[in-house]
């Protein structure tokens, strides 16, 4: 310690109490020395060496200002912050320090006035390297500012220490505004006193933890407005400390399209009530009219049947009367088709384990004589088990045979396959027929209601099996659709899901 070039050196001033004398030479870990009334360094320990760089005889006598850098020194801060230190007992702040070598550190400073005892008046100067925690909080405040959300970070008494700029934005501050304020000041009036109980509890047991997921949070915007939002807490835990950076989402767009969503699904919910009581009522009408309009064409029918029989009719006569039993008999057919039209679209549909190469068996037998009269040849390929309406689907598949039946080539026997292959998860089924066909450009036309491609005295039927097919196929949730060429036959696919109507409910 005598050596002349040593780092440190004894007090070169008398300071009463020896306790702080041993403390300032002996300290490493901090920069302690003493300047006087005006500034000038009267001593230097350990640790302001290692800090710093100087040996002792490089700084006593010399203004403590050579540590500032300088803009500060330019501004007056040395003298600033020894006034301050006179005039309130204790300065302390933060700000970036010189070394020997030029390179900055930000250090905290601490000045206290020595104790007057002592027999001369000047300052202790206590400063820490805090180099590395500030590059940390500058990345901190750099991710902050880059961040697409308003982010803030508070201390442990809940007061506001850093603020981007989309909080900037959020809530019509200026940073300056909030920063040292209480986050309090960003709370509705009517949730402060229970904010108060929420962070403390937070404080008590700080994890990572989003807040909005089950009640409504609202912040308070500078014109007092409110904007829902939410936010997620992340402790961050330092020497000084707690700290919680929050993460607050304006949400007010999203807030409004929950809204509209709910709105548009209670309106919804609505005309499917509506639409559920139209279709009873419906088909309550088609089966009341069908059956009024049933018995009358009856009793048509079978007068004119009974006249036709007698033997008084001349030949004209006669074939009135058949025209009036012919157009009687359609009548009929097209009642009962939309009759059945209807009823596919009410009641709940039950769906069971349905084995299609069975149900397609039993219903080829059942149209043996049809078949038969027809010279018809049917082929049936691998077909799956799926879930399904069996009655549904043997009408299905009735009404697509039939069809091909009846469109076959003048003098050539209807040809008839029936194939399957699992496909994308589906089931995919061709009824392939060698008729007339038909041009694609009508592919879509021929599942509507009552569209006919040939006149009805060409070929019999109402216009309704396809349609009465389209529908079936739509309640399994599938699909239907129709290849052809006129002259070539027409092929009817079929695409089902592999489950389709799992769980025994009407799909939708």
Known sequence: MSDDRSPV???????????????????????????????????????????????????????????????????????????????????????????????????????????????????????????????????????AEAAPSAMIMVNGEGNIVLANAQVEKLFGYERSELLGKPIEMLVPERFR???????????????????????????????????????????????????????????????????????????????????????????????????????????????????????????????????????????????????????LASGRVVFERTDLRQVLIELLADLDVKISESGARITLGDLPVIRANGAQIRHLFQNLILNSIKFAKKGTPPEISIQSQAKDGMFEIRVRDNGIGFDQKYADKVFQPFQRLHGKNEYEGTGIGLSICQKIVNYHRGEIRAESAEGRGATFIVTLPVGAGEGGHEPV
């Open 193 to 343: 006193r229970s904010h108060h109980g929420h962070r403390a509890g937070f404080l008590a047991s700080p994890q990572v933890r989003p807040m909005g997921a089950v009640r409504d949070l609202f912040g308070l915007r500078k014109d007092g407005t409110e904007v829902p939002v939410e936010i997620g807490l992340n402790p961050i835990t330092t020497q000084d400390g707690v700290f919680v950076l929050s993460s607050i989402v304006d949400i007010a767009d999203r807030k409004k399209a929950e809204q509209d969503i709910a709105r548009y699904a209670e309106e919804l919910r609505l005309r499917n009530e509506e639409l559920s009581n139209t279709n009873k009522e419906l088909e309550q009408f088609a089966y009341i009219s069908s059956h009024d309009l049933q018995e009358p064409l009856r009793k048509i029918i079978s007068f004119s049947e009974r006249v036709s029989s007698s033997a008084d009719l001349k030949g004209s006569e006669r074939e009135y009367l058949e025209r009036i039993n012919a157009a009687g008999q359609r009548m009929k057919k097209v009642i009962e088709d939309l009759l059945q039209f209807s009823r």
């Open 9 to 143: 050196s004894n007090l070169d001033f008398q300071i009463g109490d020896e306790h702080f004398r041993k403390l300032i030479e002996e300290w490493e870990d901090s920069s302690v020395y003493v300047v006087d009334e005006a500034g000038i360094i009267r001593s230097w320990n350990a640790g302001a060496f290692k800090m710093k760089g100087y040996l002792r005889e490089e700084v006593l006598g010399r203004h403590f200002s050579l540590f500032f850098p300088e803009e500060e020194r330019a501004s007056g801060v040395p003298g600033k912050a020894l006034r301050e230190a006179r005039n309130n007992g204790r300065y302390e702040g933060e700000s970036w320090r010189l070394k020997k070598n030029g390179s900055r550190f930000w250090a905290r400073v601490v000045i206290r006035p020595v104790d007057p005892s002592g027999g001369y008046p000047g300052f202790f100067v206590i400063s820490w390297d805090l180099t590395n925690r500030n590059e940390a909080e500058q990345r901190l405040l750099l991710m």
